[in-house]
């Protein structure tokens, strides 16, 4: 039997050499996305697309007033940019999307 498992300790990436990788680089990153009071809406998707084009890693910073969970946006997130959540730290989502052409962390 499994010990349970905290929803503090939920991790959306599988922990490998590339997600360590990228919590390294991440670290000193600043938010590009904010979500705000209206959740993940069409046009935050749509920011967070393009800037995942433009950087490869980027932090997304949820809002207090934000009406969903961090777990729950950052599974949004995930299916609908096709991206995947290297970690999860209070209220901030490092997000990353392999670029086809010049990719900088594989």
Same mark, same amino acid.
């Given at each position: 039997? &499994?010990? $349970?498992?905290?929803? =503090?300790k939920q991790s959306l990436?599988? &922990?490998? $050499?590339l997600?360590? =990788?990228?919590?390294?680089?991440?670290h000193a990153l600043a938010p590009v996305v904010q979500i705000g009071k209206e959740g993940p809406s069409a046009a935050v998707l749509k920011q967070i697309r393009q800037a995942?084009?433009?950087?490869?890693?980027?932090?997304?910073?949820?809002?207090t007033e934000c009406p969903q969970s961090r777990f729950?946006?950052?599974?949004?997130?995930a299916a609908e940019s096709g991206?995947?959540?290297?970690?999860?730290?209070?209220r901030t989502l490092l997000v990353y999307k392999r670029d086809p052409?010049?990719?900088r962390f594989e």
């Open positions: 039997m &499994s010990a $349970p498992t905290s929803p =503090k990436m599988p &922990s490998t $050499p997600r360590r =990788k990228l919590r390294g680089a991440g995942l084009g433009d950087h490869e890693l980027i932090k997304i910073k949820i809002g729950e946006v950052a599974d949004h997130l991206a995947a959540v290297a970690q999860v730290l209070g052409e010049t990719a």
